[in-house]
């Protein structure tokens, strides 16, 4: 099974909706982001939390909340989904801030 | 240039030749990471380089750092059509608490 998982994988969504990207770890990592990535622009980190009641805002976080429900999850919420919100996003873990990172497969998200 | 800046943006080789690629940046580092992406999946960790460390190998990949010029080179030797991928540079910088920053990539295409 992957250390890292993402779901949903594919998300089509309207203006306006709002949409949960959920996060899940089985590495034991305290650290974990949301990272958005855009054809040219490459990764762009929105939030990032160092254990459960740490939570902070990355380059990127208008638009976006994120719940650390546990050591092991970690959720992106859009409030309220925008077409330039259209992208693929990433959760990743580590152990240490400027330690080695490892991603989940991502999810496309599109919106209309 | 920004934190972390690749260049070539893409890199066109054939199987067999050597792939160099650079990484820019700014500011002070503690480390800087080497990731690679095959397209539209998660990112993977390839080498980490500290700050007093001048050149790391791994299998086919040799990366070199000179703080003095604030940059970094990957050189993938012998290339393989599976090499083709993207590959990012993140740099951790001097500072506590801060995240890893992702350059916008290089694209390498190797073709047989």
């Known amino acids: 099974d992957a250390d890292v998982t993402q779901t949903p994988r594919n998300r089509i969504t309207k203006t306006g909706k709002r949409i949960m990207l959920e996060c899940s770890q089985t590495k034991g990592h305290d650290r974990m982001y949301w990272y958005r990535q855009d054809p040219g622009l490459g990764l762009r980190l929105i939030y990032y939390?160092?254990?459960?009641?740490?939570?902070n805002k990355g380059e990127i976080s208008d638009g976006y909340s994120v719940s650390r429900q546990a050591q092991a999850k970690f959720s992106l919420s859009l409030e309220s989904a925008i077409p330039n919100q259209t992208a693929l996003y990433f959760c990743?873990?580590?152990?240490?801030?400027?330690?080695?990172?490892?991603f989940g497969p991502g999810t496309r998200l599109l919106v209309l | 240039s920004q934190q972390g800046e690749e260049d070539p943006q893409a890199l066109s080789i054939q199987e067999g030749e050597n792939a160099t690629m650079n990484c820019s940046y700014k500011t002070s580092i503690n480390n800087l990471q080497w990731y690679r992406q095959n397209s539209g999946r998660g990112l993977v960790h390839l080498i980490l380089i500290r700050s007093n460390e001048r050149e790391k190998h791994s299998g086919r990949l040799r990366v070199t750092l000179d703080t003095s010029k604030k940059s970094s080179s990957l050189l993938i030797t012998a290339s393989r059509a599976a090499d083709t991928a993207s590959y990012f540079c993140a740099t951790a910088l001097n500072q506590a608490g801060t995240a890893l920053i992702f350059g916008k990539g290089t694209t390498l295409s190797v073709s047989s």
């Open positions: 990743a873990t580590g152990t240490g801030a400027q330690e080695t990172q490892y």
């Open positions: 939390s160092f254990d459960v009641k740490d939570i």
